[in-house]
């Protein structure tokens, strides 16, 4: 279903909310991972983001991507979540890992060890540098449907996505040197 689709619905059925599940879920639950850290909030997070989308759809209406307005509410919700006293008091982490088909157990393992050591090293950056860097770099959102997503200027994103970059760059110098 195209943009047009979704700003003119005024209710949500079924087979609509399957389908913007079905082409956006793992996003909503990706992103909601990175900023939590934790599966099982990542889980209630994007049960709560489609819950929220299939009670106020009529609210969308197209001034950014669906796509973009759904990771929007995945980060407000992820936030609050992250802000209650229970998140705070209680830490458990895992990470993402690739589980693709690759040629031999040899390159898997390498690729695998490389993809941990990038996501350890993200999951490391602060809660706003982090944000800025997933919806660029995994997402491939522009500055401005960033700076719509986190509710900041465009000026505010690219100072906290080079600052996440240069974090990184230490984070990659610095593991070097140990090497």
Do not use: C
């Given at each position: 279903?195209?943009?047009?689709?979704?700003k003119h619905l005024e209710?949500?059925?079924?087979?609509?909310?399957?389908?913007?599940?079905?082409?956006?879920?793992q996003e909503v639950w990706?992103?909601?991972?990175?900023?939590?850290?934790?599966?099982?909030?990542?889980?209630?997070?994007?049960?709560?983001?489609?819950?929220?989308?299939?009670?106020?759809?009529?609210?969308?209406?197209?001034?950014?991507?669906?796509?973009?307005?759904?990771?929007?509410?995945?980060?407000?919700?992820?936030?609050?979540?992250?802000?209650?006293?229970?998140?705070?008091?209680?830490?458990?982490?895992?990470?993402?890992?690739?589980?693709?088909?690759?040629?031999?157990?040899?390159?898997?393992?390498?690729?695998?060890?490389?993809?941990?050591?990038?996501?350890?090293?993200?999951?490391?950056?602060?809660?706003?540098?982090?944000?800025?860097?997933?919806?660029?770099?995994?997402?491939?959102?522009?500055?401005?449907?960033?700076?719509?997503?986190?509710?900041?200027?465009?000026?505010?994103?690219?100072?906290?996505?080079?600052?996440?970059?240069?974090?990184?760059?230490?984070?990659?110098?610095?593991?070097?040197?140990?090497?």
């Amino acid at each position: 279903m195209d943009e047009t689709y979704w700003k003119h619905l005024e209710r949500m059925d079924s087979a609509s909310l399957q389908q913007l599940m079905s082409v956006y879920g793992q996003e909503v639950w990706n992103l909601a991972f990175l900023l939590t850290k934790r599966h099982h909030l990542a889980d209630d997070i994007a049960q709560d983001v489609f819950i929220k989308v299939y009670e106020s759809i009529h609210l969308f209406r197209g001034a950014s991507s669906i796509k973009t307005w759904l990771l929007s509410i995945t980060r407000n919700i992820s936030i609050n979540y992250l802000r209650t006293a229970f998140v705070r008091k209680v830490t458990l982490t895992g990470w993402i890992t690739d589980k693709g088909v690759n040629a031999s157990a040899e390159k898997q393992a390498v690729e695998q060890s490389v993809a941990e050591e990038i996501w350890r090293a993200v999951m490391g950056l602060p809660l706003k540098l982090r944000e800025v860097l997933v919806l660029h770099g995994k997402y491939e959102l522009s500055m401005k449907e960033i700076a719509n997503v986190l509710g900041v200027s465009e000026g505010t994103v690219k100072s906290r996505l080079a600052r996440a970059r240069v974090k990184m760059s230490a984070y990659w110098k610095e593991d070097a040197a140990y090497e």
